[in-house]
C-alpha cells in the first residue's frame, strides 16, 4: 500500500501515470503476481539447483529455517510441500523443533492469526498430532541437519557461536546472516554457503519484472511470473557455480567474480582510458 502511496504522489507530481515509478506495488494497481512471495520462491529453486548437485534426496533432507517471517514461512512451505523434512522453525519469540517433521501448513495458519509460532494440529483422520521441543533462536542454528537457512536478521552467526553449526549446507535467505570472521570459520568446517546475494535475488528480480510489466503494459500470470523467475535463478546459480569450480574458491567469491567481470565487461564495452590511447 505505501508503495502504491508513493506512485500515486509521483503521479500527481508528474500529471501522468507512472506505474514503473516503484515497484512492490498492489497487483490491482499495477504491481506483479508473485512479487509478495518472489524472495522465497527465488531461494527455492537456487536450493533445488545446488542440492541436485549433490544428488540429495528431499524426502531424507532436514531443514531447520531461522525465521518465519514473510520469506521465512513461505520458504519453509515450498520445501514441505517438495518433500523435505523441515524439523525446527523459528520466529523473533523463539522456535520448536521436532525430529520427525513439522505441519508447516498449520503451524503459518496459528501464525497469521495469532502472531507467534506454535505447533497445532486440525482435529480429524487427516491430521496427525506431532510432539515438539522448544528451542531458542540459538539452538535453532546449531542443530544437526543438513540445511539451515538463516531468514531473519544480520549478523546471527558469528564468531561466538560457529563453533556450534552443524549443518552441512546454509542458504542466507536473509541479508548478510553470517558475519565475515565466521564466514572464514565455517569454510575450513567445508560447510557450503550458497550466499545472500544469490539466495534472496528472486524479490529484486521480480521487482525488475514488474517494472518490465509497468513499462510494456502487459501483465504476466502467476506462472509465467515464477517460470522466468526459475530460468533466471537457475541460470545465475549455474554461472556462480562454474565460477567456484573453475576458480577452486567458495560460491561467496563466486559470486563477487561473476557480478565485478560484469562491470568490468560494461566498462570496456563503451572504451577505456586505455582503449583510446593504445588503439
Not at 12 to 28: D, Y
Not at 67 to 84: D, P
Not at 198 to 217: I, K, M
Not at 250 to 259: D, F, I, K, L, S
Request: proline share 3%; with cysteine; net charge negative.
Amino acid at each position: 500500500m505505501i508503495m502504491g502511496w508513493m506512485m500515486d504522489q509521483y503521479n500527481i507530481i508528474k500529471r501522468q501515470l507512472c506505474p514503473a515509478v516503484v515497484t512492490g506495488k498492489p497487483v490491482t494497481i499495477g504491481g506483479s503476481l508473485g512479487r509478495d512471495t518472489a524472495t522465497a520462491t527465488g531461494a527455492f529453486f537456487v536450493l533445488e539447483n545446488i542440492l541436485a548437485k549433490f544428488e540429495i534426496n528431499p524426502q531424507d533432507t532436514t531443514v531447520a529455517v531461522q525465521g518465519f517471517g514473510n520469506a521465512g514461512a513461505e520458504i519453509a512451505e515450498l520445501l514441505w510441500k517438495a518433500g523435505y523434512k523441515v524439523v525446527a522453525v523459528s520466529d523473533s519469540q523463539g522456535g520448536i523443533y521436532a525430529k520427525q517433521g513439522l505441519d508447516i501448513p498449520s503451524i503459518r495458519s496459528f501464525k497469521e492469526s495469532n502472531k507467534g509460532i506454535k505447533a497445532i494440529y486440525c482435529e480429524g483422520s487427516v491430521c496427525n498430532i506431532v510432539e515438539h521441543e522448544i528451542l531458542t533462536n540459538q539452538e535453532i542454528l546449531a542443530l544437526d541437519v543438513d540445511v539451515l537457512i538463516p531468514a531473519a536478521l544480520e549478523n546471527q552467526i558469528t564468531e561466538a557461536n560457529v563453533d556450534s553449526i552443524k549443518a552441512k549446507f546454509i542458504f542466507e535467505v536473509a541479508n548478510g546472516p553470517i558475519d565475515s570472521a565466521a564466514d572464514l570459520i565455517l569454510e575450513t568446517k567445508g560447510i557450503q554457503i550458497i550466499p545472500d546475494i544469490l539466495v534472496n535475488a528472486g524479490g529484486v528480480t521480480v521487482s525488475y519484472f514488474e517494472w518490465v510489466q509497468n513499462r510494456s503494459g502487459l501483465y504476466w500470470s502467476l506462472e509465467e511470473v515464477n517460470q522466468r523467475l526459475k530460468h533466471k535463478m537457475v541460470e545465475e546459480t549455474e554461472a556462480i557455480w562454474k565460477i567456484a569450480q573453475d576458480l577452486s574458491v567458495c560460491m561467496r567469491t563466486a559470486a563477487y567474480v561473476y557480478g565485478l567481470n560484469r562491470l568490468g565487461e560494461a566498462m570496456n564495452a563503451k572504451g577505456t582510458r586505455d582503449y583510446y590511447i593504445n588503439g
